[in-house]
């Protein structure tokens, strides 16, 4: 990149120079990474445009151009979006009425947030070529058997790139007897659930973007899962449910919140979205957003 910069810059004048370049580099789909110039050349970048731009309107001008291309643009997609979700919702076992809902948020957190959003409920959809335009892949509240192996080997081929997994509720009652996705949702495969109420949440990590929203006790109207294992020694546990503040839980140390690293990739699961007043709670919708913005590498751990 560097050596084409060098040589291409010799060969024009500045202004016709650098809207060639930048041109010639988006038909490539190439992004223009202002910090692969090394210092010398940013000095003579600098020196040159003091010498051969005299109006501080054009100057300003030609700086935007060239920062619109630099390092904080990294990561974005052909339509200027940061990053493309895909959401999948297919099921073959109970369908949650909360999917439409739940689409909603996600759609409106990508308008208001830059980021792309996919909807799709066809397993065909998973292959490598397809899967590769994504960054996050959330199940939302899928259910029961919904890839064959073709398309299981290629999501844990996004995943071992480093891609990103969200799971909204239900995904914990998927895919039983696929072994890498019990792995990935860390064995809490769903077991059980009492009825619809209130219950309190323990926020027990606040230095993670998932939960630094949050309340430390995070009063919500759901539908709890009793999990078959409990995830805690191979995750970050990030928030839990306090058993005494609603009937039918059976598990006494109860992660609802957790993500870690799995091979190669990220994953992270929320035990909640099932209800209308989940839908309804602005501090769910960014609950989720830091989850998929996580999940998507765009935020850190801490």
Known sequence: ????????????????????????????????HFHNINSMEVKM????????????????????????????????????????VLIFSKTSGYRHGFIPGGIKIIQKLGDRHNFDVKITEYAGAFTDKNLSKYQVVVFLNTTGDVLNETQQAAFEQFIQSGKGFVGVHAATDTEYDWEWYGGLIAGAYFKS???????????EDHSHPTTAMLPEKWKCHDEWYNFRNNPREKVRVLASLDETSYEGGDMVDHPIIWC???????????GIGHTQETS????????????????AGVSSDD
């Open 45 to 84: 970048f600098f020196q040159s445009i003091r010498k051969k731009i005299k109006s501080v309107s054009v100057l300003v001008i030609i700086l935007f151009m060239v920062f619109s291309f630099s390092d904080k643009n990294l990561g974005q997609v052909d339509n200027g979006k940061c990053f493309k």
């Open 280 to 295: 309804d709670d602005p501090l769910y919708a960014e609950h989720l957003l830091e989850g998929i913005k996580w999940a």
């Open 1 to 32: 990149m560097r050596l084409a910069f060098r040589s291409f810059w010799r060969q024009q004048p500045f202004c016709e120079n650098l809207a060639v370049y930048i041109s010639n580099m988006s038909k490539q789909n190439i992004n223009f």
């Open 260 to 270: 870690h690293y799995y091979d190669g990739g990220r994953a992270w699961y929320t």
């Open 193 to 203: 659930h009492p009825k619809i109420q209130d219950a309190i949440v323990n926020v």
